[in-house]
């Protein structure tokens, strides 16, 4: 599916989100005002304005990129997206419903008649229909199935049996191949008898008679070169090949490292059965940021700014739910001194700050660490050196750090021995948060876990009920 | 500079590193033998043993990408880094700078005479040299400067002179550029006489006299199309073009959106002044994410995990002050009531969970609202709704939750009136925790500043001293 030739924007998409708003709030105006005053008086020139305004919409969309409009979709409050989802025209419907958001996507799915998703279906490659199947209706996508020929069912079924963070998954069909032993001529000939490459193509795939990958061919050298020579002369023997089984981090990498623009994929035998383009690890990429992202702010997936407050709500509910298990440890942890506090209650008012820092501190521990892994830089040679680098700083900064909120205590309250308690705490809790701070992010790992996904939480729970342990232990031992 | 003929390994890039680090480790154990014994005898075998290992790890390192080189010289600590560094072929050094994270580069910049510097710095394009100059010590950026022809002066001034976030910044000046009046069999002889296209070269740009840009023309179209055909007939008008001056973070987008592989970058008069290519695009995102992630995290820049306690503290020193100011607010929120915590203990303990769970709940607003303003999805017309929802999810959550550890404040004091006290801090802390949520990242917005640096941290200062104002308050005024 080439999107080469679609009119492209000259205005910025943002631009066109706001103009499609305000065509949008003109047509909510003129209705109000024809429910507000006689009807029949104002029939007639509302459905005027009303038509010339859908018309001036549709013309709009007409010459948006399937991906701008999926952008201004994700922008528009659930009325409204419906009303431009209706005008936007059916033979493209597919495009865009794969352009926008998981959570965007049901909402307009679920607007849908069976025979319009199945037209809407139609249009996609089998690699793209793979991504849409799993939000189709089941009789729909049985539908979609029997119009297929075998060969796009083949690969369509290949494409769905790849986990969602798989080289398969990233992988598309649309390779060109060629043969070893012909000249540039012959290849430029059968060039020639096509209507357009594929997007992204910017090498073609040498094979032999059983479709094994003997080597690769840049456009760059099909122009450079003497087009009497052989493909097998100016071919490179392509080392960086990807099976479909293979984790799609290491092939995004492979791709920001070799900076490439597509790359075969093999099976075990070496037969080629796919490529992966520049584009796909581009969006990878950004989705497994993203998540990343919503994950350390305590979101489960991205969300539809525009949901239901019960669809959000319940999209926030399990890191709640676990920060509202630490938060009662915490508690209780304070329970256990609630004798000290009342006969000191000072500090009521100290303990939080022990706990923030420590949190900070572990926290800044995690991201490094976690950050340093996801990199793969992260051995056993070196755990020990890195341990004892988050050891020393720890240890550092709660001296620095705890000698002025020691100082500071000592001043507000006129007790040496409540600053000294406030700066032991401080540095015991910052070597606690420097421990686990690398440990977490390293057992996750072990136990085969992403140690992006709730270190954060663990390491300020632990922060937390330990900085209230260890500074009103201390106070407890020693003050009173 | 092409990196397409460079050998690219087989083995994944994590495994040259563990070999290198196990070479590494062979060579210490052969120098600490000799240590211990008896100088004069092992002399000999120590030479020859620390030869040949040296000389593996040189071939080993001569056939891995410049970006492998950089990758594992990033995940060795200081001492290993230079002795790799040193073994790494001059000619390659410039590449290999290019491709390290700025603190690496630093250590080994450092370590380099100013004539190997210099040497390095003459392998680079001009766009390269503007990426590295900022670290050179002044003395060799002198001679660098001094060694460039003057078009490269020229484009290394303009290079330099653009923003980092901007289009120019990633932008490069390896375009190929045709007429538009040949035919295509006159592009494929004129082709023909390079020794090979730039990297990412999917498009020629077609220019006129003035350099004008008039459209440009794919390689596929090349290809595809009859030879006697003129470029006028083939090229098409291209809409996506940037100028220098614009926002990478825009560029960025519009390569994600329309899935470019490269787009000319021209001046205000329409002249072609250089080309933008997906590899830089793809840095600039990962540079962008990480970014976010680290001030997420709480950490001023990226670190070099081998780097001293010292550098590693000062970069973390930033993010735990401004938490310092915080917790130290939030502490004399809670003296204003320590007589209230005297007469009733359970508060002290009770505290932290009010404001924990709306700094959770902040931060999961936040972040949506960040994502979303990243994406240009926000505006005036739908601002008002996202607020409201944010309101109403914050009401609900504090309603549930808030029972939850009402009842639980009820059975563990059994006091109804501090259940009820409970409850209603939690949801009145929730619903400032979705006030500002929504809020701070808009001022930040307006205000013309990243609302992705400092939201998180504002955002739990207000609903940590909030929390225990509102708790502490309504205890005080309802209970005792």
Known sequence: MSKVEEAKPKESVQESLQQVLALLSRQRIVEQLVHKQDMRRHELVESLVHKQNLAELQNKLDHLHPADVAYILEGLPLEDRLTVWHLVKADRDGEILLEVSDAVRETLIADMEPEELVAAAEQLDADELADLVPDLPEDVVEDVFQ?????????????MSYREDSV??????EMVTIREDVTLEVVLRYLRRLDELPDHTDQLFVVDRREILKGILSLGKILI??????????MVDEDIRFEPGQGAHEAAQAFERYDLVSAPVVDERGKLVGRVTVASVMDYIREESDNEMLNLG??????????????SAKNRWTWLAVNLVTAFIASRVIGIFEGSIEKLVALAALMPIVAGIGGNSGNQTITMIVRSMALGQIHRANAKALLQKELAIGLLNGVVWGSIFGIFAMLLYHSVSLGVVMMGAMTLNLLVAALFGVFIPMIMHRLGRDPAVGSSVLITAITDSGGFFIFLGLATIFLL
Do not use: C, H, Y
């Open 225 to 234: 070169n003497d087009p009497d020579k052989l493909v097998a002369e100016v």
């Open 168 to 173: 398969g998954a990233l992988m598309d069909f």
């Open 147 to 159: 119009s297929l020929s075998t060969e796009e069912r083949e690969q369509l079924r290949a494409a």
């Open 298 to 311: 305590g979101l489960r997936e991205e969300e539809d700014i525009f949901a239901s407050v019960w669809k």
